[in-house]
């Protein structure tokens, strides 16, 4: 079994930044992708970030610009910076990872999220 922890979300005002943390701990031989997701009240979850275990990058096109993703693997963390943050940016946010647990076994795993809200 893997857990994925997440950290960091709050309140902020429009064009603040906050810093979110995602760490995996249980049963993990390897770490593929890694991700953020978020899901604002009445819509559908949405991609905002993914990073490769070899660090390619993929961002939404309402981020680009502003958040930036990383991760540490001997953490087995991912991270998820956001700056210039704006009210359409509130949201639940996931995190998310594909995990090899053993040899071609794979899964992937969602953390339960936090809340980020952007209000003055």
């Known amino acids: 079994q893997v857990q994925l922890v997440e950290s960091g979300g709050g309140l902020v005002q429009p064009v603040g930044s906050l810093r979110l943390a995602c760490a995996a701990s249980g049963s993990i031989f390897r770490i593929n992708n890694m991700g953020w997701y978020r899901q604002a009240p009445g819509m559908q979850r949405e991609l905002v970030a993914d990073i490769t275990s070899g660090c390619s990058l993929a961002y939404a096109d309402s981020v680009k610009g502003r958040f930036t993703i990383s991760r540490d693997n001997a953490k087995n963390t991912v991270y998820l910076q956001m700056n210039s943050l704006t009210p359409e940016d509130t949201a639940v946010y996931y995190c998310?990872?594909?995990?090899?647990?053993?040899?071609?076994?794979?899964?992937?795993?969602w953390g339960q999220g936090t809340q980020v809200t952007v209000s003055s």
């Open positions: 998310n990872a594909y995990v090899e647990v053993s040899h071609l076994s794979h899964y992937t795993y």
